[in-house]
């Protein structure tokens, strides 16, 4: 069924706060998942929506939790997350690292005692489109084995970046450590299809394309052993720079089973100007034509933008499935 985003919003809105969430928590987190239906990212939409209800109800995640923001220092600053939703810190993330880039040119944040925090480019590109350079590291539930193993301890590890631009959207590059999003492959496992080769590995480190197999083993990360070593960097950042859980310490973002994950994240934010002598944003547009004067090239995030476009002007098609079960759950 095709609806538009404010509906989506409205409608996601009011399943969390039946299943026990606050509602300004639930109005964050609701236009994060319809903001990723948006751009097409819908293993991080409103696919997440009953996994995210059910741990409301289960006390997985604390629905009524308030981050809790603690300066300390001009450039650096924590929020604990309370075991809420990641999306309200990541709001009062932005705002702060706006302000602080506004007093000194480097500020970062630590989030802690958080929870999966959805496309990690959107806030970074958020950060981008208020003039501050972003840089995002997360963990997640364990995914990934070290090079070499077959037993999982990290997660997938997003990183992203975040650059402004003078008079266009900003350039946002997004990556998931492993070779693939972990979310596509559940959302394969649920729909019963395969994946491709070279993409995970069971749970005794055989090569599979079963979907639910890959989901009891482990994914293969990008770049095999080099970026086995940039996840590891990422953990680090993400989990012990935040006193957070590390991803084999951490409970499943798919389930209402165990604890809360309390894994972690770190932002950081740039503002480019006096860093760059004032030339940043000349500089950064000699480069992006020097991409585009090549045929067959793209900015990265150009894409995305083109379907949010698309989205915005024709509306979201979502499955008549989840849409019966979100209409369920407000009745």
Known sequence: MIRNAAELEQMATEVLVKAGTVETSARSVAKALVRANRDGLNSHGLARLQAYSAQVRAGKVVGAATPAFEKLGPSAARIDANDGFAFPAFDMAIDALVDMTAETPVAGIAVT???????????????????????????????????????????????????????????????????????KIKLAADEGREIPEGWALDKDGNPTTDASAAMAGSMLPLGDAKGAALVLAVEIMAAAMT???????????????????????????????????????????????????????????????????????????????????MESQIR
């Open 243 to 325: 006193g957070a859980h590390f991803g084999y310490e951490a409970s499943s973002f798919f389930d209402d089973q165990g604890g809360p994950p309390r894994v972690g994240q770190f932002i950081l934010g740039f503002d480019p100007g006096p860093l760059s002598g004032d030339s940043y944003a000349d500089r950064l547009e000699v480069l992006l034509g020097a991409i585009t004067d090549q045929p067959g090239t793209r900015i990265p995030g150009a894409r995305r933008i083109g379907i949010r476009e698309q989205s915005d002007t024709e509306g979201i098609d979502i499955p008549d499935d989840l849409l019966i079960w």
């Open 113 to 183: 005692n958080s929870h999966h925090f959805g496309v990690a480019g959107h806030h970074v590109e958020r950060l981008a489109e208020r003039g501050v350079v972003g840089l995002v590291f997360g963990n997640s539930p364990q995914a990934i084995a070290p090079w070499g193993g077959y037993r999982p301890l990290f997660g997938t590890n997003p990183i992203a970046f975040g650059f402004p631009r003078a008079a266009a959207p900003p350039v946002v590059v997004d990556l998931s450590l492993s070779k693939q999003a972990r979310g």
